[in-house]
């Protein structure tokens, strides 16, 4: 298999980062963030989630961000929501893509959503009708390797839920995620090998939480697999803020790191990248991870200091 | 290729973490946290380095720390020496296992221990010739993939290095380092594949620094090409406390939880491991590393407070 040589980073600290901050980040700092992020190179960002402003006020001004990315040249603006009637109201802002999001264990789909799946499956078929041309549609199965309810996923969980989907919709990218971060390298190469079996000329995203210190090595087995578009969070931010040791999604600069080191274009400056990085650590209550950041700061301040 | 179903970890925090530490660890705070880590299953520790009280007086215990060590059963007391004279010394205290450290680049080798590569071959050659019937002797291939000075390592140089060595012992455990952490996982499998086929029978280990992000990836790469002996340092540690953001070993229990997740074994009982590792996280000053004690700690703590 041809290993891709250039990879598509989906920022999500916007959306996934941004709603574990236990206090809300005032619009004109998220707005400098969105724009650092789209100006190191990344253009494709979760910029906000369009949901019930009671259970997130985190990203109750979900309006004025979408139409801060919408000014950005070349920014698609993706948004979640969790049913046809947030997905209206997404459209309403502006929302280029849509990520609706449902789960592959019914335990989590119902305490995430509190929908079964098979309601859910309904949301999402009038989501696609109410759909218009321009905004595309991606699907998030969530738990698809792992449960934090019922444990491992089995793959035919994951395929059922997707034959489904992909009856409703042929033109439909789906995220595989890794929800829990408990998913090793291994399970995550045999599901995406299965998966691309089962389904030709599929659109596939992997997102990955560094939860147990295996994003990166997560994200490079979906690589091997021929994946090549990865969710990410700015500095890794994520987690939550009353559950300590929680963790963001796998570090934007370090699967920048990572790929460019190996060669595989990602599109995104570092330095402008580092930038952004140290600004969202410095949001309080940020819970952050990675540690490509530390290592640049180091090297930095080793410059600055005129050590070698 | 077969993939090894068990692994044997080595314990570097006492050496190479405690030694990064800016004040003195007491005696017995060293001796607790050595013991906990025997006793959670680590039988190798890297325990000490037998150096220059001068130039790392943090270690100046090493004679209390080897004897400690030799006191606990199953317990192979690995010796960091950079010459002969601190080797015959270490055999004095007792050392069952010695490590002795050579670079592959040139000017590494120079800054690390004040000799060319040819005067460090000199020094091992005399090592070896004094070498007791009850110590075995690794050599530690510091910079093999990648230098501070030179950029990348030629993996030439790392064969011709490999072949003077073999010639004047063929027992010798080799250690290929990733000195500065920048190595990725694609060329930590070019090398030990290229090694694996030039040099049969050997026994290699893989010692790796997660300073960017890619320690577990880089490990789980040379297991792949069936390196089953990985250097690990509990809690992370390690690092320069005058340098924010360096980073130690790649940690011991994002190893465990690796490997164990795979159903490889390690030995380790995690829970004893993260008691210990929990108390290293203590030591003031310490720059610790790693995701995995977070998640536990989080995980014990939702227990604890009934969160599910």
């Known amino acids: 298999m041809k290993l891709p040589l250039k990879v598509n980073l989906v920022e999500v600290g916007p959306r996934d ?13 998220k707005e400098k963030i969105v724009r650092g992020l789209h100006n190191s190179g990344l253009s494709r960002l979760e910029i906000t989630s369009v949901v019930s402003k009671r259970a997130v006020p985190q990203l109750s001004d979900a309006r004025s961000i979408i139409q801060v990315g919408n000014q950005l040249d070349t920014c698609l603006t993706q ?29 989590h789909n119902y305490r995430n959503v ?46 059922n839920l997707i034959e489904k989907i992909l009856t409703m919709s042929s033109d439909i990218e789906l995220a595989i995620c890794d929800t829990t971060g408990r ?44 994946i090549d578009t990865f969710d990410c969070s700015v500095a890794g931010l994520g987690g939550c803020p009353f559950a300590p040791g929680s963790s963001g999604n796998v570090a934007t600069e370090d699967l920048v790191w990572l790929f460019e080191a190996m060669s595989v274009d990602t599109g995104v400056q570092m330095e ?22 530390h290592a640049l700061n180091n090297q930095q301040n080793q410059t600055r200091l005129g050590v070698s």
Chains 1, 2 share one sequence.
Request: proline residues 5%.
């Open 17 to 29: 980062g941004f709603q574990a901050v236990s206090g809300f980040i005032p619009t004109t700092e």
């Open 79 to 107: 948004v979640l929501v969790p049913n046809v009637k947030y997905a209206e109201r997404a459209i309403d802002f502006g929302a280029k893509k849509l990520v609706f999001v449902l789960s592959a264990s019914p335990s």
């Open 114 to 159: 509190r929908l079964s799946i098979k309601d859910s499956l309904t949301e999402l078929r009038e989501v696609l009708s109410l759909h218009p041309s321009n905004a595309s549609l991606r699907v998030n199965i969530a738990t698809a390797l792992d449960c934090p309810f019922e444990g491992m996923t089995p793959s035919s969980n994951v395929t």
């Open 183 to 226: 998913c090793t390298p291994d399970k995550v190469a045999q599901l995406f090998s299965h998966l691309i079996s089962v389904f030709d000329d599929q659109d596939w995203v992997f997102h990955a939480h560094d939860t147990f210190g295996t994003g990166v090595a997560n994200c490079l087995a979906a690589w091997h697999e021929g």
């Open 272 to 293: 402008r990248l580092l930038e952004v990085a140290n600004q969202v650590e410095r949001i309080p209550t940020a819970l952050t991870g990675g540690r490509v950041r």
